[in-house]
């Protein structure tokens, strides 16, 4: 089951204040104990897995946009010429 950024900040917050055990908090929140306690301790400080993203994610939505209409004008795009 999926739980909100919502819930997993206040489950955050309430592990950081060492109120309840984080087991409890994790099952109140239906998040995973493992994940709960990696954000409590900073093991863990943003929801992406894997390397660090290039682009932000405006920068990322202008790429599509445009990559988008230069197909419909009839130029496709490629790696090589979007890379440049």
Known sequence: ???SEEDLAA???LGCQRKAPLSRVASEFHI???TLHDHVTGKR???YKGP???L??????ALVTFI????QQGFP??????KC
């Open 45 to 47: 400080k943003t929801k």
């Open 56 to 61: 932000t994610e405006d920068e990322e939505k």
């Open 32 to 34: 995973p104990v493992a």
């Open 52 to 54: 660090e993203r290039i």
């Open 11 to 13: 489950a955050v917050s």
């Open 68 to 71: 988008t209409y230069m197909c």
């Open 1 to 3: 089951m999926r739980y």
């Open 77 to 82: 795009m490629n790696r090589a010429v979007i």
